[in-house]
């Protein structure tokens, strides 16, 4: 099993659609919880952390639910702009790396 | 303007040829790594290095070597490259691994390809 899973997608939305990704991490001691953005052949670029109680930045929602040990990011009105391969990426406690999912595509359509 | 360099951007070889890439970052970050990104398998990382004259294997380290003799370059070496190490590269830094307040800031990736 590996320890960061995502939806590879993609996922097609309409402008303006509302959509949700989901990420599962396998190892309960994670501590700490980010989504990346990556537009197609560039770098990774941090899109928002994830704390415990959740957090908003503008449009997109990032939620964190240890128990059921997965984290999600929601994307309210989508924009074109919006597509891009989202990355879950998962710090363990004591692991000096930070281990990356494969990537949820997204594709906002006009 | 704070950012971190990778060169080159494209590079083209052939199997046995000793290569290096270079990374750079202007930030003073103590954290760095190195990274590889495959179709289908993500980012998996190759070394880090969490302070000059420190470095550690990553998860997929087989066939490279890194240094860190200064806190600014973080090269990546392959002493004799295969074509199984075709593949985008990146480097990343941070000030600090995994805090919330202390991104990876990426370079712009190096595409390797191995004949």
């Known amino acids: 099993r590996k320890e960061v899973e995502q939806d590879p997608g993609p996922f097609n939305v309409p402008e303006g659609a509302t959509v949700a990704f989901n990420c599962t991490y396998s190892?309960?001691?994670?501590?700490?919880f980010f989504w990346y953005r990556q537009d197609c052949r560039k770098e990774p670029k941090l899109l928002m952390s994830?704390?415990?109680s959740g957090n908003e930045d503008g449009r997109f929602t990032a939620q964190l639910n240890r128990a059921s040990q997965y984290i999600s990011l929601l994307i309210r009105d989508s924009k074109l702009s919006d597509s891009a391969t989202y990355l879950c990426?998962?710090?363990?406690?004591?692991?000096?790396?930070?281990?990356f999912g494969s990537g949820t595509r997204l594709q906002v359509q006009p | 303007e704070a950012q971190v360099t990778q060169n080159p951007r494209y590079l083209i070889t052939v199997t046995g040829k000793k290569l290096t890439v270079t990374c750079s970052q202007n930030?003073?970050?103590?954290?760095m790594s190195w990274y590889r990104q495959d179709p289908g398998l993500g980012l998996r990382q190759i070394y880090y290095?969490?302070?000059?004259?420190?470095?550690d294997k990553g998860d997929v380290p087989e066939g490279y070597k890194v240094s860190r003799k200064e806190k600014r370059n973080f090269p990546l070496i392959l002493e004799s490259p295969s074509p199984n190490q075709t593949s985008l590269y990146f480097c990343?830094?941070?000030?600090?691994?995994?805090?919330?307040?202390?991104?990876?800031?990426f370079g712009n990736g190096t595409r390797l390809t191995v004949t």
């Open positions: 990343a830094s941070s000030l600090f691994l995994g805090d919330r307040n202390s991104p990876l800031h």
């Open positions: 190892n309960s001691a994670s501590q700490s």
């Open positions: 994830v704390y415990s």
């Open positions: 990426v998962v710090r363990d406690t004591g692991r000096r790396a930070l281990t």
């Open positions: 930030m003073n970050h103590e954290y």
């Open positions: 290095s969490m302070n000059v004259e420190v470095t």
